[in-house]
């Protein structure tokens, strides 16, 4: 993806989390790859009034027309309105596609792949894989954890020095003053509103958890500021040693099913039925970065 293309998919991300019922924290979009880190409520969904689905609907379509259901969001609110024969079943099909993880990266993938189609003339399928999707407990020094892992991919990748220089990624976006991305990092440090103490105590987290061990990357290196991606050479770009905090991959928090404390690890996957198969297999302790108190599923657990 070049610039053109992460504007795009954070505008489809926007709009489209807004329409399931999902708040992004953050997030990172690569040249590659990308990360979402979304907070949810089934709950909300299924508890969601006629003003409410309305509301979704016209974030995502805004005056447009809906082709599955063949209306737009004021077709919408009279059918909700009238609440004639046809009503429920909208209601059911609406709210179907809301609240659900599988669901939301389906219509953010495929809104791409249509987006990116008719604007390069190509056609086919533009993602590679399925994607993977991780588990983390809430509001815990588990859930910081991840979002500093993801807000760093491109200083890992030694595209810049400051996760805040980054234009496509959440902490960088709410840097140059998006108030989406700032509720997310609030979220993130356990309030509900954002505020410079936030901001500040979140890049704090961010620059003491890039480790020691780092050294300068010299050369021709890719950067990307709020700017174009160009080639450049950046003498003082950092990267990583091997070992160094969060500027080291962690796979955990790419290729695991569960990220959180031990006993909550433990806890949810034992409500799950996921302990006890394949072997016994019980939740792992992260590496030395993550710190002692923190345990991952490395694999999915089948039910037997």
């Known amino acids: 993806m070049d610039e053109e293309a992460m504007e795009a998919m954070r505008h489809i991300m926007r709009s489209q989390a807004a329409f399931a019922g999902m708040e992004v924290l953050t997030y990172c979009f690569m040249a590659n790859h990308f990360h979402i880190f979304v907070r949810l409520d089934p709950k909300e ?10 509301g979704r609907f016209r974030a995502l379509y805004g005056g447009t027309r809906c082709a599955s259901v063949g209306i737009d969001a004021d077709d919408l609110e009279v059918i909700l309105r009238k609440n004639g024969n046809s ?3 909208i209601r059911r099909r609406l709210k179907a596609r809301m609240g659900d993880v599988s669901v939301f990266m389906r219509e953010v993938k495929t809104r791409f792949t249509l987006w990116y ?3 390069r003339g ?4 533009f993602w590679a894989e399925r994607f993977r999707s991780v588990i983390v407990e809430a509001d815990t020094e588990a859930q910081r954890m991840v979002a500093a892992y993801i807000d760093l991919n491109p200083v890992r990748a030694g595209l810049v020095e400051d996760a805040g220089a980054y234009a496509f990624s959440g902490f960088g976006e709410a840097c140059v003053g998006g108030s ?16 410079t103490q936030w901001h500040e105590r979140y890049r704090a987290r961010l620059c003491s958890r890039m480790g020691p ?3 300068p990357r010299r050369g021709n290196q890719k950067t990307a500021g709020a700017g174009a991606i160009k080639e450049d050479t950046m003498p003082g770009a950092v990267v990583a040693e091997e070992g160094s905090g969060l500027l080291s ?10 990220v959180g404390s031990v006993v909550w690890v433990e806890s949810f996957c034992a409500a799950n039925g996921w302990l006890g198969f394949r072997r016994g297999r019980k939740p792992q302790p992260l590496a030395e970065d993550g710190g002692a108190d923190f345990a991952t599923v490395a694999t999915v657990l089948k039910r037997p």
């Open 117 to 119: 189609n008719r604007k």
């Open 87 to 89: 009503a429920e079943g």
């Open 180 to 195: 989406a991305a700032r509720r997310g990092i609030a979220r993130i440090e356990g309030k509900r509103t954002w505020t």
């Open 249 to 258: 991959k962690i796979r955990a928090f790419s290729d695991s099913w569960v």
């Open 45 to 54: 969904t299924g508890n969601l009034d006629d003003a409410g689905l309305v």
């Open 213 to 215: 061990g780092m050294r």
């Open 122 to 125: 190509t056609v086919g399928t």
